[in-house]
């Protein structure tokens, strides 16, 4: 078992990756020893990260009345949940948030806007005016605005926008078992719209849908094959009024063994845990980041809430490790 994983370990970073073959027989190695993948994953995470953790924070700029039917989603139309309901936030109120959340230590800051794409000219020029606001604060700028075309992509580029994120979910495989009212090419296609018009990007997804972790291998290897630059892993917050309320949560140790198989399989990428995390995976929070993960979300999320930033700092130096120096 050991030569089998110091093997595949190799393999990931000689070769930038395991093939879906190797995930497979790692996960079955973690099944009966997850803290000796964890170990070698972490071992993945500094040969191509160092000891730098990057955090993110975002603001939910534009919630609710969302036409998409995603299962898990507590802004969708389709369902009666308490989620807060209110039109784009200005210029001002988006880069104050960003301000803020530089303040308190993040390194990049998201705008995240609610529907299935931003279609009205005056938001667009509320977002071009606050990317360029977020910059001029010292902080990275990214955006997750749902479908893009080419149009929108090269604008977003022009505003100065450093990355665009757009999460696949979930595997193809197990895609319509979450949301049926638009297609899993559609999302790709906007992945590879967002790299070609130069931007970094951001694409990952949610664990705890009711997929198993071959489903989520198949994403990951989804994402190694987009070549996307980060990939957020959430874990299932089940919202009241939503079809998944009373889906089952993942063990701590499954999701920290999911984190490491990721990086197994995409060596030299960001790995960023995000919503979910704290409430999944409670006193054994600190080693997500010794399982593989080299950036946290930090701060609020879109309908729930987060962790101050401050105590992902503490978390971080308590590792030995640094908040990453953009």
């Not at 039109?87 to 800051?109: D, N, S, Y």
Request: hydrophobic fraction near 40%; aromatic fraction near 6%; proline fraction near 4%.
């Amino acid at each position: 078992m050991d030569s089998t994983i110091k093997r595949l370990k190799t393999k990931a970073i000689d070769r930038k990756g395991i093939n879906t073959a190797d995930a497979k027989k790692l996960y079955e190695i973690g099944v009966a020893r997850p803290f000796l993948v964890m170990a070698h994953a972490n071992d993945i995470r500094e040969h191509f990260k160092g000891r730098k953790i990057s955090l993110c924070g975002i603001v939910n700029a534009k919630s609710g009345v969302c036409p998409e039917n995603c299962r898990f989603c507590a802004q969708s139309a389709h369902y009666h949940t308490d989620a807060p309901v209110y039109p784009l936030l200005t210029t001002g109120e988006i880069v104050e948030k960003a301000r803020m959340a530089k303040e308190a230590g993040a390194h990049l800051f998201g705008v995240v806007t609610s529907g299935t794409r931003i279609s009205d000219n005056l938001e667009w020029q509320v977002i071009y005016r606050a990317v360029e606001g977020i910059n001029d604060l010292g902080i990275r700028s990214c955006a997750s605005l749902g479908l893009l075309d080419e149009e929108m992509a090269h604008g977003l580029a022009k505003a100065g926008l450093f990355r665009y994120h757009h999460n696949l979910e979930t595997a193809r495989s197990y895609f319509d078992n979450i949301c049926t009212t638009h297609d899993y090419e559609e999302d790709i296609k906007t992945l590879h719209t967002a790299k070609d018009a130069g931007l970094s990007v951001c694409s990952g997804g949610i664990i705890g849908l009711g997929e198993n972790m071959l489903h989520r291998i198949e994403l990951a290897m989804t994402l190694k094959e987009a070549d996307v630059d980060s990939v957020p892993i959430n874990i299932l917050n089940p919202i009241g009024g939503t079809p998944l309320e009373n889906a089952l949560p993942l063990t701590p140790v499954e999701i920290l063994l999911t984190v490491s198989i990721f990086r197994f399989i995409l060596p030299d990428k960001d790995i960023k845990l995000c919503g979910g995390k704290e409430k999944n995976l409670r006193q054994l929070l600190p080693l997500s980041i010794i399982a593989g993960c080299n950036s946290l979300m930090t701060g609020n999320y879109l309908t729930t809430l987060g962790r101050d930033t401050t105590h992902d700092i503490e978390m971080v130096r308590d590792l030995g490790l640094e908040p990453a120096e953009e």
